[in-house]
């Protein structure tokens, strides 16, 4: 069974570069076919794709965000993580780590949110002053 838990800081100030992590248990990320995302839900709003990386270490992107997002990940700890640079209040979201196993997946599919099978619990992040 995946079990993904972020960690990090709640509250970060306007400009700052937001740290998340991703503590990953059940199975090693790289794993076959595994992808491993960062979502996010801004308050009354619909969860929107940050960006993904896979088993092999390939990154992907998102096309609205890929300015101000790097995501990276460390094999020793089996975790990955999500920089967002230069916040805004804007940024202000629950965001989860969340990822699938699908063999030869298209990026286009990663983007698909409900296509990711496990979640973490969602870690609440306010951007303000």
């Known amino acids: 069974q995946v079990r993904l838990q972020e960690s990090g800081p709640g509250l970060v100030k306007p400009s700052q570069t937001l740290s998340l992590t991703c503590d990953v248990t059940?199975?090693?990320?790289?794993?076959?076919?595994?992808?491993w995302a960062w979502i996010r839900q801004p308050p009354g709003k619909g969860l929107e794709y940050l960006g993904a990386?896979?088993?092999?270490?390939?990154?992907y992107d998102s096309p609205s965000l890929w300015r101000r997002t790097s995501i990276s990940r460390d094999t020793c700890k089996n975790q990955f993580s999500l920089q967002l640079s230069s916040v805004t209040p804007e940024d202000t979201a629950v965001y989860y780590c969340?990822?699938?196993?699908?063999?030869?997946?298209?990026?286009?599919?990663?983007?698909?949110?409900?296509?990711?099978?496990?979640w973490g619990q969602g870690t609440q992040v306010t951007v303000s002053s």
């Open positions: 969340a990822s699938l196993v699908e063999f030869g997946i298209a990026t286009m599919h990663l983007r698909n949110v409900s296509r990711y099978d496990f």
């Open positions: 059940g199975v090693p990320i790289t794993l076959n076919y595994y992808y």
């Open positions: 990386i896979g088993y092999d270490d390939s990154y």
